[in-house]
C-alpha cells in the first residue's frame, strides 16, 4: 500500500494540511479562528459539484487592521507625551498605510483568499458541511490527489456489479461510474457482462 500523501497549503492567514491516506482524508485546519483535525472518507465528497468563495476579510486583513490601529493611537500617545516628532509622524504613517492596503483590498482583492468548496454528505461530526481547498499555488495538486482517491475510493465501493439487486439499478450505477471516468469501458463491459451470466445461471438452475 502506497504511503499517505501530505500536501500544505497557506493564504491569507488560512492553512490546509491534507494528508491523503486509502480511506479517508486528513485535514488539519488553522486560522485566527484556532485549529481542529478532523477525517473525511473520499465517498462522503460531492467533488462533481464544486463551487468557487472568495473572502477579502481574511485573518491577514484583520491583522493589518489591528496593526495599523495600534500605529494610529501609538502615534496619539507618542505625540502626547512629547516623544521626538519622528516617533510619533513615523507611527502615524505606517497606520495609514495599512488602513490604505485594506482599503485599496476591497477593490482589488489583494489579500483575498478563495476556495474550492465541496459539499459533505454526510458531513464528520466537528466539521461543517463543506471541505475548503485553498487556491495557492497547490490547488491543482490537492485537487488531483482528491480526485484520484476518489475516484479509487468509489470504484473499491461500487464497481463491482452485485447480482442480487435489480438489473436497472446495477446497469444505471455502472453506466454512472463510467460516464464519470471511475471505471472504464472494459471493466463497464465485464461487469455487464458478469450480471449476464449469472441471469443466464439463474435461468438454468431454474429449469432443472
Not at 491569507?12 to 491516506?21: A, V
Not at 488553522?30 to 476579510?57: C, V
Request: charged share 20%; glycine share 6%; aromatic share 8%.
Amino acid at each position: 500500500m502506497a504511503e499517505p500523501i501530505c500536501i500544505k497549503q497557506a493564504m491569507g492567514g488560512y492553512r490546509r494540511d491534507f494528508t491523503f491516506g486509502h480511506e479517508k482524508i486528513t485535514c488539519k485546519l488553522r486560522d485566527a479562528s484556532g485549529a481542529r483535525e478532523f477525517q473525511i472518507p473520499y465517498e462522503a465528497i460531492d467533488i462533481l459539484s464544486p463551487s468557487t468563495l472568495t473572502l477579502n476579510k481574511t485573518p491577514l486583513s484583520r491583522r493589518l487592521f489591528v496593526v495599523g490601529l495600534a500605529c494610529i493611537i501609538g502615534a496619539v500617545f507618542a505625540a502626547s507625551a512629547a516623544l521626538p516628532g519622528l516617533v510619533p509622524a513615523v507611527l502615524y504613517a505606517i497606520g495609514i498605510l495599512l488602513f490604505g492596503v485594506i482599503v485599496v483590498n476591497q477593490w482589488t482583492g489583494w489579500l483575498s483568499a478563495t476556495f474550492t468548496s465541496m459539499r459533505l454528505s454526510p458531513p464528520p461530526p466537528g466539521t461543517n458541511l463543506t471541505l475548503m481547498v485553498l487556491h495557492d499555488k497547490n490547488r491543482d495538486q490537492v485537487m488531483a490527489a482528491l480526485t484520484n482517491n476518489w475516484k479509487a475510493r468509489l470504484k473499491m465501493l461500487y464497481g463491482r456489479a452485485n447480482p442480487s439487486n435489480d438489473r436497472q439499478i446495477e446497469n444505471d450505477r455502472l453506466k454512472w461510474l463510467l460516464d464519470n471516468d471511475i471505471i472504464d469501458d472494459l471493466h463497464y463491459h465485464g461487469e455487464l457482462i458478469r450480471l449476464k451470466a449469472s441471469d443466464t445461471t439463474v435461468g438454468f438452475t431454474a429449469t432443472h
